[in-house]
């Protein structure tokens, strides 16, 4: 039986996933001044937003309902899933590679969790890991990696480019930061409110 979502839950669930697709798309220049950017989630971001939509709904985080309604709520809670995404993982490289890899396979370890409680506490995990190495570690890692060069031994460039192999980091503005926290911010007030909308259905899996 797929449960009931009034309009009302629909409105607010579509508005706070709107704010948090479009926060999460805006960007600051490191350097220089330039207006605010829109830069969408990509392909890999993407695939990893519906991958996720679909576990969430299977463990009753989410709820779609029926009709029209469950079309829209759809379309936002991927747009924005694969948004939260875009923040968390590191520029492109075999970092990234291997972290959208492994968040992947924790999507399958949350569709295998008994209830919902441990379903969103290891749905935490992965953000609060992703968060950790893209904005702890790659930093780390990119003040620490570099080598001088001397005379005819290019070994800064040799160094840059192994750099760039693994994580092409490129440093954000605190304001950037802030804006994309607030975006992940109203992606949990949607989990929050369909969290509340779910728990008066009793024992129903949209």
């Given at each position: ?72 709520l759809?379309?936002?809670?991927v ?61 780390l ?24 192999l ?13 804006i ?9 007030a ?17």
């Amino acid at each position: 039986m797929t449960p009931h979502v009034s309009r009302q839950t629909t409105l607010g669930v579509c508005l706070v996933l709107a704010l948090a697709t479009l926060l999460g798309g805006l960007d600051l220049p490191a350097r220089g001044y330039v207006a605010f950017q829109f830069a969408p989630f990509g392909l890999v971001a993407g695939l990893l937003g519906i991958v996720y939509v679909f576990a969430l709904s299977n463990r009753g985080l989410i709820r779609f309902g029926i009709g029209g309604r469950r079309i829209l709520l759809i379309a936002y809670w991927v747009a924005a899933t694969a948004t939260a995404f875009r923040i968390l993982l590191p520029p492109p490289g075999l970092v990234q590679v291997g972290l959208a890899v492994s968040a992947a396979v924790a999507a399958a370890i949350i569709v295998s969790r008994p209830n919902r409680e441990s379903a969103v506490a290891w749905l935490g995990i992965v953000a609060v890991t992703l968060a950790v190495i893209k904005f702890a570690l790659v930093p780390l890692f990119e003040a620490r990696s570099g080598l001088p060069d001397w005379g005819l031994f290019q070994f800064g460039r040799t160094a840059d480019a192994v750099r760039d192999l693994f994580v092409a980091y490129t440093p954000q503005r605190p304001a950037t930061q802030a804006i994309h926290f607030g975006s992940l911010v109203c992606y949990a007030a949607g989990l929050w409110i369909q969290w509340g909308r779910a728990s008066s259905v009793d024992g129903t899996v949209g």
